[in-house]
T-cell receptor
Framework: QQQVKQSPQSLIVQKGGISIINCAYE??????FPWYQQFPGKGPALLIA?????SEKKEGRFTISFNKSAKQFSLHIMDSQPGDSATYFC?????????????FGEGTQLTVNP | NAGVMQNPRHLVRRRGQEARLRCSPM?????VYWYRQLPEEGLKFMVY????????ESGMPKERFSAEFPKEGPSILRIQQVVRGDSAAYFC????????????FGQGTRLTVV
């Protein structure tokens, strides 16, 4: 019930291409879905987040698409750049559980080739 | 406004020693979360604390691990009698009093048990 499944495990994209990372969840009580970006040796940094009352949220080159009925959400990175090379984690949390406690996906290692 | 501060950044302990990891939340944040990240894996929730209270420790191993967040000073994650399997990155996150879902992460402490 608490799992968040993320795919793919790794992704290689050419500069200027679109990177797509998918996540699926089981717990219907989840009501907040953030994406975090992590560079080697650093802590995760919040990239973008969505709540279930909207189906899409866009911030610059980053877009979250959310499908409540399918219990899936995805991150799209448009015009991918080498500087986007990092590990991306989807996550979910619920007000019914402890505060801002997050359940994370396993991560996607994105490599953008120049 | 300083971010979440964790120290030390790197910690080496011999098997059987104690490890103490410190986390100072962002100014104005009274909620602290600890996560563990094993190599090539996602982050796993360990414990959620507010000042002087443990709210949720469902992710903490039953033995050797403890956490506190005193009225004054940083939050401490303590691991007694460390074993090689404790080698991981430990991240602390904090969130504001009024839950908005967003949690800010520190840079982590990388524990190596030799």
């Amino acid at each position: 019930q608490q799992q968040v499944k993320q795919s793919p495990q790794s992704l290689i994209v050419q500069k200027g291409g679109i990177s797509i990372i998918n996540c699926a969840y089981e717990n219907t009580a989840f009501d907040y879905f953030p994406w975090y970006q992590q560079f080697p040796g650093k802590g995760p940094a919040l990239l973008i987040a969505i709540r279930p009352d909207v189906s899409e949220k866009k911030e610059g080159r980053f877009t979250i698409s959310f499908n409540k009925s399918a219990k899936q959400f995805s991150l799209h990175i448009m015009d991918s750049q080498p500087g986007d090379s990092a590990t991306y984690f989807c996550a979910a949390s619920s007000k019914e559980t402890s505060g801002s406690r997050l359940t994370f996906g396993e991560g996607t290692q994105l490599t953008v080739n120049p | 406004n300083a971010g979440v501060m964790q120290n030390p950044r790197h910690l080496v302990r011999r098997r059987g020693q104690e490890a103490r990891l410190r986390c100072s939340p962002m100014k104005g944040h009274s909620h602290v979360y600890w996560y563990r990240q094993l190599p090539e894996e996602g982050l796993k929730f360990m414990v959620y604390l507010q000042k002087e209270n443990i709210i949720d420790e469902s992710g903490m191993p039953k033995e050797r691990f403890s956490a506190e967040f005193p009225k004054e000073g940083p939050s401490i994650l303590r691991i007694q009698q460390v074993v090689r399997g404790d080698s991981a990155a430990y991240f602390c996150a904090s969130s504001p009093r009024n839950w908005e879902g967003e949690a800010f992460f520190g840079q982590g402490t990388r524990l190596t048990v030799v």
